[in-house]
């Protein structure tokens, strides 16, 4: 079976496109053949709007699966690069529910029900992959914080709370990428209330938070959004460890700060 990701196009895959540009091309064919029975070329236009969408859907359904699977073998560790096959299939999905307006559409009756399916089924996959997509990044981030519990310090029960970061795998469904990984490093700030952060755990997550914000807030993500009372949690958290560790480390944060964060906000 013939991949639909041979190469990178404008709108998708070189295949998908050529699929829409196929489908068009014969409706555009027959249309211009003005069939004077106008009951007969009302089927057979029917006939091809249906086949444009059982086409379309079987090609939605493939880039799905094709996604998934590549989901599910992408490293789950901070060498995770997304590779262009993924951004190839989000654009097909894409460029897909725009084909399928002008390829599938007929006014009216069971037809219309029957494009309507189509576009239920394209919006669904692209929430679903974009879920996966984000679950992918959220399980990365909690590696990061699972191995930053290995400096956990002063309780017996240190090596245990490695464990607790799971708890934030109930945010991995929620589209949002930026809203769940201030949650998920909230939820392990508060598995570790009563301990002083090592300099290592600090140094790394001021700087995971600090990059965090100011790439989503470089992609338009709204204020409100960005200063939820989750950020601000994980914002007063941090600053008072920072403060702590200058006193007791002295150089130690080597001019790693959230104060830095704030300076570079007001520029």
């Not at 084909?99 to 399916?117: I, M, N, P, R, V």
């Not at 970061?165 to 929620?174: M, R, S």
Request: contains cysteine.
């Amino acid at each position: 079976m013939m991949s639909i990701f041979p190469f990178s196009s404008s709108n998708g895959s070189a295949t998908s496109e050529d699929l829409f540009w196929k489908l068009d091309a014969l409706q555009m064919f027959v249309l211009d053949l003005h069939w004077p029975e106008q009951e007969f070329a009302h089927h057979l236009e029917q006939r091809l709007k249906l086949m444009a969408s059982d086409m379309i859907e079987a090609c939605v359904k493939r880039t799905r699966a094709a996604f998934e699977l590549k989901m599910q073998k992408a490293n789950k560790t901070t060498d995770l690069r997304i590779p262009a096959s993924v951004c190839t299939m989000f654009n097909v999905l894409v460029d897909a529910k725009k084909q399928s307006t002008k390829l599938c559409a007929l006014d009216g009756g069971q037809e219309q029900q029957y494009h309507s399916k189509i576009d239920d089924l394209i919006d669904n996959s692209v929430k679903e992959i974009i879920s996966l997509l984000v679950s992918k990044f959220i399980s990365v981030l909690e590696g990061v914080l699972s191995k930053l519990s290995r400096y956990d310090e002063g309780t017996f029960f240190s090596s245990i709370l490695s464990f607790t970061v799971k708890a934030a795998a109930k945010y991995v469904d929620v589209p949002q990428w930026y809203s769940s990984s201030m949650k998920v490093i909230c939820v392990w700030l508060t598995d570790r209330l009563d301990l002083q952060l090592h300099i290592y755990q600090l140094k790394t997550l001021i700087k995971i938070v600090k990059k965090t914000y100011r790439d989503f807030r470089l992609q338009g993500v709204l204020e409100g959004t960005l200063n939820s009372k989750t950020y601000d949690t994980v914002h007063r958290r941090l600053t008072v460890e920072e403060a702590t560790a200058s006193v007791s480390e002295g150089g130690g944060l080597q001019g790693i700060t959230m104060k830095d964060s704030d300076e570079e906000e007001e520029a």
